[in-house]
């Protein structure tokens, strides 16, 4: 069945230096989605990419699909201790069921 | 309400014992999730609702799990013959037509001992 898969599993940086998280994908999919989750907390939706390539920037985060449709990574620039939590991709498989698969996630840890 | 609401919050049950968890979605919304999450993994896809019908539950681990959305609202999760391995928060999702965001719950820490 349809895997997707993150690296690296956890990330420690120091506050102000970036950070990216890689997302691959077994089979193409229809689109991707990112969700953040703070300890204790439920995943949060951060954005989805649907076209090839696409490229998307929230303040400090860029998300980026590859053009297979089968990758994506975010990143983010200069960290703060608010970007603390795990991140997630979650892609929607190209047969379009509405199944969104999650990967296993990158917990990010920020020292001020 | 506002949000996804689950409940119980948190659910210790013995093993053997049959459990049933509920989903609240947000007012409108024709799709539902389940998902199960243990500590430091990402969500595991169970099942996917598109109103009453279940239209994917090829994530279901085995016949102990059933899910129903019988008027296409509140959603349940009924697991029999519980085991120590089903211990987990089992998270609920719901999404709207034409809008990607998937709005998650709290989640139900399940507990079997």
């Known amino acids: 069945g349809q895997q997707v898969m993150q690296i690296p599993q956890y990330q420690h940086v120091q506050e102000g230096e970036d950070f990216t998280t890689y997302c691959n994908s077994s089979t193409t999919l229809s689109n991707i989605q990112w969700y953040k989750q703070r300890p204790g907390g439920h995943p949060v939706f951060l954005i989805q990419l649907v076209k090839s390539g696409e490229v998307k920037k929230q303040k400090r985060l860029t998300f980026q699909f590859g053009e297979a449709k089968k990758n994506s990574s975010l990143h983010i620039t200069a960290t703060q201790t608010t970007d603390v939590g795990t991140y997630f991709c979650?892609?929607?498989?190209?047969?379009?069921?509405?199944?969104?698969?999650f990967g296993q996630g990158t917990t990010l840890q920020v020292k001020p | 309400g506002a949000g996804v609401s689950q409940t119980p919050s948190n659910k210790v049950t013995e093993k053997g014992k049959y459990v049933e968890l509920r989903c609240d979605p947000i007012?409108?919304?024709?799709?539902l999730y389940w998902y199960r999450q243990s500590l430091g993994q990402g969500p595991e896809f169970l099942i996917y609702f598109q109103g009453t019908g279940a239209a994917d539950d090829s994530g279901l681990p085995n016949d102990r799990f059933f899910a129903v959305r019988p008027e296409g609202s509140v959603s349940t999760l009924k697991i029999q013959r519980t085991e120590r391995g089903d211990s987990a928060v089992y998270l609920c999702?719901?999404?709207?037509?034409?809008?990607?965001?998937?709005?998650f719950g709290q989640g139900t820490r399940l507990t079997v001992v």
């Open positions: 979650a892609g929607l498989d190209s047969g379009n069921t509405g199944k969104l698969i």
């Open positions: 007012s409108g919304h024709t799709a």
């Open positions: 999702a719901s999404s709207s037509s034409g809008v990607p965001e998937a709005f």
